[in-house]
């Protein structure tokens, strides 16, 4: 799971500037939904949680293959990094991975997002997100 959220951030990183930004910015909005859906369930080991969470990494997925489908080939296209991303992030943080992996994930990929967006654009994105 590390290993390709690397392997796919790596190739990304390559890609211009603006294909990144583009990249970064629908990551983040997915990632401050994700975490919106899953702040309005009830604790950690809840039910309701774990449905969500499921709920959010099979979107991911169908996210990824329909940009397979549509003829990604490669992590170099950006519909399929950024599905690849974020389904990296929704799996991390389920902690299916363990608790090291899924910190590991999330500090590369948001801290890439991070380092290619402003602060005050990831407010903006975050503060779009409907409670």
């Known amino acids: 799971?590390?290993?390709?959220?690397?392997?796919?951030?790596?190739?990304v990183i390559?890609?211009?500037?603006?294909?990144?930004?583009a990249i970064a910015s629908d990551v983040a909005?997915?990632?401050?939904q994700a975490i919106r859906e899953i702040e309005k369930t009830p604790?950690?080991?809840s039910?309701?949680?774990?449905?969500v969470i499921k709920a959010q990494i099979?979107?991911?997925v169908t996210k990824r293959h329909q940009a397979i489908e549509n003829g990604a080939t490669s992590d170099e296209d950006p519909n399929w990094s950024t599905a690849a991303l974020i389904e990296s992030w929704?799996?991390?943080?389920?902690g299916v991975a363990?608790?090291?992996?899924?910190?590991?994930?999330?500090?590369?990929?948001l801290g890439w997002a991070g380092s290619v967006l402003s602060e005050a654009e990831l407010s903006e994105i975050e503060d779009a997100i409907t409670p």
């Open 98 to 109: 363990g608790r090291e992996a899924g910190k590991h994930i999330t500090e590369l990929i």
């Open 43 to 45: 604790g950690p080991s």
């Open 14 to 21: 390559q890609l211009p500037s603006e294909v990144q930004r």
């Open 47 to 51: 039910i309701q949680r774990d449905r």
């Open 29 to 32: 909005r997915s990632v401050f």
């Open 90 to 94: 929704l799996v991390a943080n389920s």
């Open 1 to 11: 799971m590390v290993a390709e959220a690397e392997r796919t951030l790596r190739t």
């Open 58 to 60: 099979a979107k991911a």
